[in-house]
């Protein structure tokens, strides 16, 4: 790695990894390079970016002390605002560097993705995006069956948060790294994807490879709520009430609810299938 990425690195990881958050390089052009012209980034080719996951050890590293702090005004949704707060500390750490931060969730007006995360996450070398294609004579004839990213470390167990780009930082020589191919088994495969797509609520699929950690029951019963209700599960008022005791939080999450939803959750933006697959 060129000793200006490997400081750059470092710096990010130095403000991120004691959160849970794991950090990766990537050129723009590797990512620009599998999209349609409208997905680009539009930097020059040899930009260096970060891409920028959660794993596991975020829940009680980052979130927990987050929702205990002063940061968030008004309380919305916590994850994101947890995320959005660490990521900025990314820009305060590069004082001297112009830094742009894409957030998974973040689209233009036309609601078209900002960054597809999943395609990120695979040209940073961090997670393995499996996707139809990577099957021949697949079974599903025409149905649609979107793709799903997996981390060599923790199966399904993590979330792509965004990126971080460096627009002035050209990078040509960084040499690419490829994810790796934890799964490489057509009928693994298979099964991955029609547990991704099909029975996603049961968290199965997240096993596709043994993973060194999963979440703990506490996550899985927080983001097994609809958003609209997460508060509530935390203990924690809606923007418009007086909140509770922070001494509570976390106490009613002892347990999966049965009332599970196809939204938005911790492997953003597909942590249910989206409604079109990603490239």
């Known amino acids: 790695m060129e000793p200006q990425v490997a400081e750059l690195k470092q710096k990010v990881e130095d403000t991120l990894c004691p959160f849970g958050f794991e950090v990766y390089p990537f050129q723009v052009a590797w990512y620009n390079e599998l999209l349609p012209s409208a997905f680009h980034l539009p930097l020059p080719g040899p930009t260096l970016a970060f891409l920028v996951l959660s794993t596991p050890a975020m829940f009680d590293q980052a979130l927990k002390?987050?929702?205990?702090?002063?940061?968030?005004?008004?309380?919305?949704?916590?994850?994101?605002?947890?995320?959005?707060?660490?990521?900025?500390?990314?820009?305060?750490?590069?004082?001297?560097?112009?830094?742009?931060?894409?957030?998974?969730?973040?689209?233009?007006?036309?609601?078209?993705?900002k960054i597809l995360a999943q395609t990120a996450a695979h040209v940073a070398g961090a997670a393995y995006y499996y996707q139809r294609q990577d099957i021949e004579a697949d079974p599903w004839g025409s149905q649609r069956i979107a793709g799903v990213c997996i981390h060599p470390r923790f199966g399904g167990w993590f979330a792509i948060r965004g990126v971080v780009l460096l627009p002035g930082i050209e990078v040509p020589g960084l040499l690419p790294r490829k994810p790796p191919d934890c799964v490489p088994a057509r009928a693994d495969r298979i099964?991955?994807?029609?547990?991704?797509?099909?029975?996603?609520?049961?968290?199965?699929?997240?096993?596709?490879?043994?993973?060194?950690?999963?979440?703990?029951?506490?996550?899985?019963?927080?983001?097994?709520?609809?958003?609209?209700?997460?508060?509530?599960?935390?203990?924690?008022?809606?923007?418009?009430?007086?909140?509770?005791?922070?001494?509570?939080?976390?106490?009613?999450?002892?347990?999966?609810?049965?009332n599970t939803h196809k939204g938005r959750s911790w492997l953003s933006p597909s942590a249910s299938p989206p409604a079109s697959p990603g490239p």
């Open 65 to 113: 002390p987050f929702l205990q702090s002063c940061h968030l005004q008004p309380l919305t949704d916590p994850v994101d605002q947890c995320v959005a707060y660490h990521l900025r500390r990314v820009t305060e750490s590069l004082p001297e560097l112009q830094v742009e931060v894409i957030a998974d969730y973040e689209v233009h007006p036309n609601r078209r993705p």
């Open 191 to 258: 099964t991955l994807l029609e547990g991704f797509n099909f029975h996603w609520q049961d968290w199965t699929y997240r096993d596709a490879v043994t993973p060194q950690e999963r979440y703990s029951e506490e996550q899985k019963a927080y983001f097994s709520t609809p958003p609209a209700q997460r508060l509530a599960l935390l203990g924690l008022a809606q923007p418009s009430e007086e909140p509770s005791k922070f001494p509570e939080l976390f106490t009613k999450c002892t347990k999966e609810p049965e």
